[in-house]
C-alpha cells in the first residue's frame, strides 16, 4: 500500500493531501476521519481526495466500505466512486468493479440516493436503492454525462454477499 507520488509507503496517521492516490495493492487499507466517517478499501482498491463538482471529495475505486463510526458530517463526505457517480455521507454501503465499465453499488443502510453532475453542473438521479439493494451500473465513457450511466439491474443482495462484506469489510477484527 502506498501513496502514488513517489511511491510513498502508507503508515498509520499519514495526512492525506488533494489528488494524493491510495493504491491498496495486496493489503487492506482504512482510513478514518476525525469525525467518524471511513472508508476500508480491499486488495487492490484506490482512494483519493479529489476536486470535484461538489469541492475536494473522497474519490474511491475497486473494493470499498464506506460507514460511520460516529459523529456528525460538517464537508460532503460520502464521496464518488472513480468511474461512476456520487452517493450520499449517512449511509452504509459496498461497491465493487465488476468489469472495466460496470460497477455494483450495494445499500447496507437506509434509501441510497446515486447522482451525478452534466456538463453544466446540474445534478441528476441515476437510481435509487432501499437498503438490502443492489445496483449494477454500466459507465459509458464516450456518451454524454446523462447517458453515460446506464443501471443494467437491481436486485435483492444475496446472503453469501452479505456473508461477504460483514466478515471482511465490517468485522472490526480484520482490522486491527
Not at 47 to 71: C, D, M, N, Q, W
Request: aromatic fraction near 12%.
Amino acid at each position: 500500500m502506498y501513496l502514488s507520488e513517489g511511491k510513498t509507503p502508507l503508515v498509520e496517521g499519514t495526512i492525506i493531501g488533494v489528488n494524493e492516490l491510495i493504491v491498496s495493492n495486496d493489503s487492506k487499507v482504512e482510513i478514518k476521519d476525525n469525525i467518524g466517517l471511513m472508508f476500508r478499501l480491499g486488495e487492490n482498491s484506490e482512494f483519493s481526495l479529489e476536486l470535484t463538482a461538489l469541492g475536494i471529495a473522497p474519490v474511491f475505486y475497486g473494493e470499498v466500505y464506506k460507514g460511520r463510526l460516529g459523529g456528525h458530517p460538517i464537508v460532503m463526505c460520502g464521496g464518488k466512486y472513480r468511474t461512476s457517480c456520487y452517493v450520499q455521507c449517512l449511509t452504509t454501503m459496498f461497491f465493487e468493479n465488476l468489469e472495466s465499465d460496470l460497477d455494483a453499488f450495494y445499500a447496507l443502510s437506509d434509501e441510497v440516493e446515486v447522482w451525478e453532475y452534466d456538463e453544466r453542473g446540474r445534478r441528476f438521479p441515476i437510481v435509487t436503492l432501499e437498503e438490502g439493494y443492489k445496483a449494477n451500473i454500466r459507465y459509458l465513457e464516450d456518451k454524454p454525462m446523462r447517458e453515460r450511466y446506464v443501471v443494467e439491474s437491481i436486485e435483492p443482495i444475496t446472503d453469501d454477499k452479505y456473508d461477504y462484506i460483514t466478515s471482511k469489510f465490517m468485522n472490526p477484527k480484520n482490522w486491527r
